[in-house]
């Protein structure tokens, strides 16, 4: 698939509901530093895919390994520790909670402090304790929302919301970030700043970036390889330009009288 080296990899994944095969002997690489994006119709299987690397769902066949970490049989923690943050389609915040505590949240992977120096008030907690709040206000700055660390994440604006989310995510140093569906209920000039914040953190943070999107203007504007999956299969993968260019991707997305109306030479635009 490419020549650079892989930071995620999953060979023959398969994740069944009772009859329901959701995804099947799945072979996909996500190369270190790069923007890839998986899409698909509706329960084509793209966020089983997402919960199986993540942990809350156990493969049933084939194996999942990150950075050199074999992630079959991990916690969601234990997953989060290796070094994967995400994000929801269905935004998760704890939304009684400030902006600042979601994403002290969000570090609790790297943090060193037991309950017990907790409770003891000991220096090097106080320590830690104090260098979190630091670096929460440097999450909140780093994804636009400077002013706003004492907002109850419920009364930020959907826009902020997902911002917020990411910004826990990154609280945890994540070396592969997933991302649900990203720009989901954005309008365009948003969706347009949030692809430009995506690359920021592949380019200045180093983050490698793997996203699930339903919109095609930033599927086809910012990923580097997009693999299709239909019914839990894989169908297509390559460029954007390679996929929107691919009659079983047309199929998938508009029926088979649309891939034979419109050929091969005809973008996907749903």
């Not at 329960?43 to 950075?67: L, M, P, Q, R």
């Not at 949240?105 to 104090?130: F, N």
């Not at 826990?168 to 954005?186: I, N, S, V």
């Not at 365009?188 to 920021?200: H, T």
Request: hydrophobic content about 40%.
């Amino acid at each position: 698939m490419t020549e650079q080296t892989a930071i995620l990899t999953a060979t023959n994944v398969t994740k069944r509901f009772g009859g329901l095969v959701a995804v099947s002997e799945f072979d996909f690489d996500v190369p270190k530093d790069s923007i890839v994006s998986i899409i698909g119709p509706n329960g084509a299987g793209k966020t089983t895919f997402f919960n199986c690397i993540s942990g809350f769902y156990e493969v049933d066949e084939g194996t999942i390994e990150f950075d050199g970490n074999v992630l079959n049989h991990r916690s969601p923690d234990m997953i989060a520790r290796t070094g994967i943050g995400r994000t929801y389609q269905n935004i998760r915040l704890f939304t009684n909670m400030t902006a600042i505590e979601n994403i002290l949240v969000g570090m609790e992977p790297i943090l060193h402090s037991t309950w017990i120096g907790a409770i003891l008030h000991t220096p090097g907690t106080l320590r830690e304790e104090k260098k979190a709040v630091e670096d929460a206000l440097h999450w909140l700055r780093f994804v636009g929302l400077v002013g706003k660390g004492d907002f109850l994440a419920k009364n930020l604006p959907y826009g902020d919301q997902r911002r917020l989310e990411i910004a826990r995510a990154l609280a945890g140093k994540p070396k592969l970030l997933l991302l649900d569906e990203p720009t989901a209920g954005m309008n365009p000039m948003e969706s347009a700043e949030m692809m430009r914040f995506i690359r920021q953190l592949r380019d200045d943070l180093g983050i490698t970036i793997l996203l699930i999107e339903h919109d095609m203007r930033v599927v086809m504007g910012i990923s580097e390889r997009v693999t299709v999956l239909d019914y839990g299969m894989e169908i297509a993968e390559g460029t954007p330009e390679e996929i929107q260019r691919n009659p079983r991707v047309i199929e998938a997305y508009l029926g088979r009288g649309a891939a034979t109306g419109l050929g091969a030479g005809k973008a996907v635009n749903a």
